[in-house]
């Protein structure tokens, strides 16, 4: 009767050792081990959810488990964004030259270079979405954290008086650790450089629409990034100057969990509206519509 107190134990098959050497198997006490290529899964950084990387990219690198909005680089938002055909970019050649003499600034650079295929932290162009003609800025943080170096800040600049000079609508998507420390007070200067050519584009009456991607913080969220006339944010990007330690060891105090997030800036007046990464092309669609400036400024 004491049997009827437990449940029956599970059978499980084994398979004898020698059998297994026989076929080529691994030794007793080993388990068989299985190769997966590199790149084929993917794990979410929030939930942990291990799904295909295929599966993935088809969903716009949004996790299936939770929504966590997964980084992109630039040329994966310029083609998830902007019309099939007709992008041009503008300066692609522009490289940093590492004016201070950086001690290992210059190796980093190239190591940077070959890693991601790029030139520098930004792509920008002139392109159209949903048929309106628009000039971007496209960041990517796998390029130094996107940090803001001399070039960076020459490109949006340029970038800016374009779309002043054409009369066209300004884009820019933000993600970056902040200046780039390397270039030091030439890094700096960027700030205010991006600024100035925005507020020339604004008295010509231009329209500015930035947008906010995970993570915006440092030099390029106190200057261009905030600058917008239409100011959006992907679901839970950080946005923010200072990061969480820094400021909880300034103030003494604990934060709210949600601090720096985009929905807890939104809560707080620091954007106008957080669009899912699945609804950015026609939001920014509908906004060009609203904003038409077929004919000028």
Request: net charge negative; with cysteine; aromatic share 8%.
């Given at each position: 009767?004491?049997?009827?107190?437990?449940?029956?134990?599970?059978?499980?098959?084994?398979?004898?050792?020698?059998?297994?050497?026989?076929?080529?198997?691994?030794?007793?006490?080993?388990r068989?081990?299985?190769?997966?290529?590199?790149?084929?899964?993917?794990?979410?950084?929030?939930?942990?959810?291990?799904?295909?990387?295929?599966?993935?990219?088809?969903?716009?690198?949004?996790?299936?488990?939770?929504?966590?909005?997964?980084?992109?680089?630039?040329?994966?938002?310029?083609?998830?964004?902007?019309d099939?055909?007709?992008?041009?970019?503008?300066?692609?050649?522009?490289?940093?030259?590492?004016?201070?003499k950086?001690?290992?600034?210059?190796?980093?650079?190239?190591?940077q270079?070959?890693?991601t295929?790029?030139?520098?932290?930004?792509?920008?162009?002139?392109?159209?979405?949903?048929?309106?003609?628009?000039?971007?800025?496209?960041?990517?943080?796998?390029?130094?954290?996107?940090s803001?170096?001399?070039?960076?800040?020459?490109?949006?600049?340029r970038?800016?008086?374009?779309?002043?000079?054409?009369?066209?609508?300004?884009?820019?998507?933000?993600?970056?650790?902040?200046?780039?420390?390397?270039e030091?007070?030439l890094?700096?200067?960027?700030?205010?450089?991006?600024?100035?050519?925005?507020?020339?584009?604004?008295?010509?009456?231009?329209?500015?629409?930035?947008?906010?991607?995970?993570?915006?913080t440092?030099?390029?969220?106190?200057s261009?990034?905030?600058?917008?006339?239409?100011?959006?944010?992907?679901?839970?990007?950080?946005?923010?100057?200072?990061?969480?330690?820094?400021?909880?060891?300034?103030?003494r105090?604990?934060?709210?969990?949600?601090?720096?997030?985009?929905?807890?800036?939104?809560?707080?007046?620091?954007?106008?509206?957080?669009?899912h990464?699945?609804?950015?092309?026609?939001?920014?669609t509908?906004?060009?519509?609203?904003?038409?400036?077929?004919g000028?400024?």
């Amino acid at each position: 009767m004491f049997k009827d107190l437990f449940q029956k134990k599970r059978k499980y098959a084994t398979i004898p050792s020698e059998r297994l050497e026989r076929s080529g198997g691994p030794a007793e006490g080993e388990r068989p081990k299985r190769e997966i290529p590199e790149g084929l899964m993917s794990k979410c950084a929030k939930c942990g959810t291990i799904q295909y990387s295929k599966e993935l990219e088809k969903n716009l690198k949004i996790c299936p488990s939770c929504g966590y909005h997964m980084r992109l680089n630039a040329a994966e938002r310029i083609a998830m964004t902007l019309d099939p055909e007709g992008f041009i970019e503008f300066d692609s050649e522009m490289a940093s030259i590492d004016p201070l003499k950086f001690p290992g600034y210059a190796s980093k650079l190239e190591q940077q270079q070959s890693k991601t295929g790029q030139v520098e932290a930004v792509i920008t162009g002139q392109g159209s979405i949903g048929g309106h003609p628009v000039i971007v800025a496209v960041m990517n943080f796998e390029f130094f954290t996107g940090s803001m170096g001399s070039v960076v800040g020459e490109k949006i600049t340029r970038a800016v008086e374009e779309a002043t000079e054409r009369e066209l609508p300004m884009l820019i998507f933000s993600t970056s650790g902040g200046a780039r420390m390397q270039e030091s007070i030439l890094s700096l200067m960027q700030m205010a450089k991006t600024s100035a050519a925005l507020a020339r584009f604004s008295e010509a009456g231009g329209l500015y629409i930035s947008i906010i991607t995970d993570p915006t913080t440092g030099g390029v969220s106190a200057s261009f990034a905030s600058l917008g006339d239409i100011i959006i944010a992907e679901p839970g990007a950080v946005f923010g100057f200072a990061g969480r330690i820094v400021i909880e060891q300034t103030i003494r105090q604990k934060l709210p969990e949600d601090f720096q997030t985009a929905e807890f800036n939104l809560q707080h007046g620091q954007l106008d509206m957080v669009v899912h990464r699945k609804e950015m092309r026609s939001t920014l669609t509908k906004l060009l519509e609203l904003h038409d400036v077929k004919g000028g400024f």
